[in-house]
């Protein structure tokens, strides 16, 4: 299993990587510049939280690695990885449906609440990275 010891990175596809569940104390890293953005990120054991310019992205109880982020009007794309189980909520637009794919398997539809918040879990436990796309219906 891996982390982004950096605590936030971009990768060659100018997707984002965030995220130490390894961490036994909190870190964050803000003033992130990427794409015109400004990200701060929170992790570690317990948590994992992106922010953009301010705004809520993703966040994990447990903490987790979150690697090759991407995120469009329509889709959000990652991969996610960490020691246990996690309860991922992620921020899309508000009052709309999507779908919930996590290994390539719709784990169905689900509507964001009025804030925008759409929350699930993913079976990590010691598995190799998890593959997770949010596509609105």
Known sequence: MAVVKELIRTEENGAISF????????????????????YKV??????TK????GMFVYESVPGTA?????????QMDFHVEGPEDAQ??????????????IEQ????KMKTNLGG??????ELGN???????IVKC
Do not use: C, W
């Open 66 to 74: 979150v690697f090759n982020l991407t995120q469009s009007e329509a």
């Open 42 to 47: 929170k992790t570690f054991k317990e948590i």
């Open 50 to 53: 992106l922010e953009r310019n």
């Open 127 to 133: 598995a190799a990275r998890v593959e997770v796309k």
């Open 117 to 122: 918040k759409l929350s699930f879990s993913v």
């Open 19 to 38: 995220g130490d569940y390894e961490l036994a104390q909190k870190s964050k890293l803000s003033d992130y510049q990427h794409q015109g953005d400004m």
């Open 105 to 108: 398997a719709s784990t169905g």
């Open 88 to 101: 991922i909520t992620v921020e899309m637009e508000p009052d709309t449906e999507y779908e919930v794919f």
